[in-house]
């Protein structure tokens, strides 16, 4: 079966501080990742989305960059947070299982203060 | 462009109650994927169902129900004899190929009282 982790949990930091998320997917190779980015009482906003080792799609020009150095990582970052970036930051794997189908991470709490 | 609707933002019922989650969507595509995920406190995304655009068939699975109508490009959730455990968010989504980004609705936030 596939699992996809992603760390830290939880995440209080200053603005103007750097930012390092990290999602990693186990059983399966080459999947589509996605970063998804989720708001105080909100929907979710596609942030990016990678095809393979490299391949980053980004979806909103932001103070965000997004890396895949391996096949099965996907990581957030940013050099200098805003407020504005504090949500609820979910990562996402494309799995076939039959049927391709996103599965999501348990997600990474972020709080800028 | 692809577009969710989920217009119910909050509905609250009564344990035991049925309940549905209304979704509409808007696609150019012929082609094309509809999922279900319920988010629950805990906020992680838990996948429920996925249906293409070709299979209109009702599915049902325990006490879940969805009924998709492209006819009203509808594809909407119903919840049957709902639990405590049924509180949660729940997204629907698009897209037109299975490898593509999701398009999500806003969600609605579902609420069973005991």
């Known amino acids: 079966s596939q699992t996809i982790h992603q760390w830290p949990a939880t995440l209080v930091q200053p603005v103007g501080s750097p930012l390092s998320l990290e999602c990693t997917v186990e059983g399966t190779s080459n999947p589509n990742l996605y970063w998804y980015r989720q708001a105080a009482g909100r929907g979710l906003q596609l942030l990016f989305y990678?095809?393979?080792?490299?391949?980053i799609s980004s979806e909103v020009p932001q103070n965000l960059s997004a890396s895949r150095p391996q096949d099965r990582q996907f990581i957030l970052s940013s050099k200098k947070l805003l407020l504005s970036d504090s949500g609820f930051y979910l990562c996402a794997g494309l799995i076939f299982s039959g049927e391709e189908t996103q599965y999501f991470g348990p997600g990474t709490r972020l709080l800028v203060l | 462009a692809q577009k969710v609707t989920q217009a119910q933002t909050e509905i609250s019922v009564v344990e035991k109650e049925d309940v549905t989650l209304d979704c509409v969507y808007e696609t150019r595509d012929t082609t094309y994927y509809l999922f279900w995920y319920k988010q629950p406190p805990s906020g992680e995304l838990v996948f429920l169902i996925r249906?293409?655009?070709?299979?209109?068939q009702n599915e049902i699975s325990g006490r879940y129900s969805w009924n998709f109508q492209k006819s009203t490009s509808s594809f909407n959730f119903t919840i049957t004899a709902s639990q405590v455990v049924d509180s949660a968010v729940y997204f629907c989504a698009l897209t037109f190929s299975g490898n593509t980004p999701l398009v999500f609705g806003k969600g609605t936030r579902l609420s069973v009282i005991a």
């Open positions: 990678s095809v393979g080792i490299g391949q």
């Open positions: 249906r293409n655009s070709f299979d209109e």
